[in-house]
């Protein structure tokens, strides 16, 4: 079984040789793809108080839909992975969009938690395919050196647009029926978006930056990736490591639950908790910008040491400020508001330097399925099991004890996991430069 690449080589015949064509234009497409998806793949996040008043719920029923949605989204990664190889990567960036917004109107008008579960899984499912592949492409579209810049651009700018689209959601949660509106529009808004897509972006090609850097260009032979190539890919101990640590990233609970927790441990209001949580995004923005440019001078002044170094300290800084947003309980909710931006800043540390470094590891043939089976596999069955774990944990326990377990003590585990990338990620790089230098030489031959 092969499945082809689909590779837009008459493109690079008219390129600068110092870049990829259309690559910020790409961007910028796949920017605005992944903030309409996210949010509305999130969204029932944000108004579920506001949901499980009108349908009758609890935090149960929220970690199921975050699970489900999340188990769902495990095939569903590498399928439209495997579907972007045969129609396009641009055709199923747009295909996503459609399929996300359709789902999206359905879940507006769910009268009962079945309806909606539905609804809001096929959503998920929908929404998860952009996300690989606009990895795969950004790394095709950047050199190393320059991908963690674009990777921090990326994420800032899906954040700082999030945090404009927030304030709208936390409006249409003040109308009665709000949380039914806000799925409406985002609904809509994915259409629009995958009009854009068709429009605008154009795929620069497998491998297109490696091509920059004297790798040679993707024939119709290395075009094709095997079954055997992809499951290759489980022999590579950084990319194992890395998918691992997913499974270790209590992070991604907060995303499900920050909400859910303001208002029923803190007693917020739904909309103003959507409001307190705002400088999470502030934060994740500045920090995964400021992260994308500084990575550069780190890497010149510690070598590849520094990418694992600035994951690490993530990880740490995550724990000790969750502690004291979610351990302690605060009278002005200001406090609340400014732990949750600190937050975000060590969340927002994490984009621009693991995605790189699972990109400088694997083959550049291989990097959309890379990231389908990290970012939709393994993340996902993390999420998964803390959204079901920690929602039934939550309605015995309480949110803060379980923060405390997953947001505290299991981003320390993390950190420790991550040391063995200081012996592991060196040897893998210089595995995949040498790959890509025997290529070079062949062809010169």
Known sequence: ?????????????????????????????????????????????????SLAASLRL???????????????SVPAGPFWVWLSTKVGRRWVLALTSFASGAFGLGAAFSESFPMLLVFTTLMAMSAIGGMPISMA??????????????????????????????PLIAAFLGMVDGWRWAFGAMG??????????????????????????????????????????????????????????????????????GVQFLVTERGIDNAFAVIVALPFGVG?????????????????????????VVLQAAQVLFAVTAFFATQIVYDDFAAYAVLWGVLGIAQGL?????????????MPELRGQAFAIWLTVFETIGWAIFALSAGSLAVQFGLQQVFLWVLVGLMLVNAAFLSILYRTYPRDTAVVRAAL???TSDELV
Request: charged share 15%; proline share 5%.
């Open 1 to 49: 079984m092969t499945t082809k690449s689909t590779v837009d080589l008459p493109e690079m015949e008219s390129a600068s040789p110092q870049k990829v064509p259309h690559r910020w234009r790409n961007l910028s497409v796949m920017g605005g793809s992944s903030i309409v998806d996210n949010t509305e793949a999130g969204l029932v996040n944000m108004v579920f108080p």
């Open 58 to 72: 609890d935090s149960s029923h929220l970690g199921i839909i975050a699970a489900l949605g999340k188990v769902a």
């Open 137 to 166: 492409v950004i790394s095709d579209s950047f050199v190393d050196r320059e991908r963690a810049r674009a990777m921090g651009i990326f994420f800032g700018a899906l954040q700082l647009i999030s945090l404009a689209i927030a």
């Open 284 to 308: 994740y923005a500045i920090s995964t910008v400021s992260i994308g440019y500084a990575l550069p001078a780190l890497d010149r002044l510690m070598g590849e040491r520094s990418r694992v």
């Open 188 to 257: 809509v808004a994915c259409f629009v978006i995958g009009v854009v897509v068709l429009s605008l972006f154009r795929d620069p090609g497998v491998g297109a930056a490696d091509r920059l850097e004297g790798a040679p260009a993707a024939s119709d032979t290395r075009g094709k990736v095997t079954v055997r190539q992809v499951m290759g890919l489980f022999r590579i101990p950084s990319y194992n490591v890395m998918m691992v640590s997913r499974l270790l990233s209590g992070h991604l609970l907060i995303l499900i639950f």
């Open 437 to 439: 230098q025997a290529r």
């Open 350 to 362: 994490n984009p621009p330097v693991n995605r790189p470094i699972v990109a400088a590891v694997v």
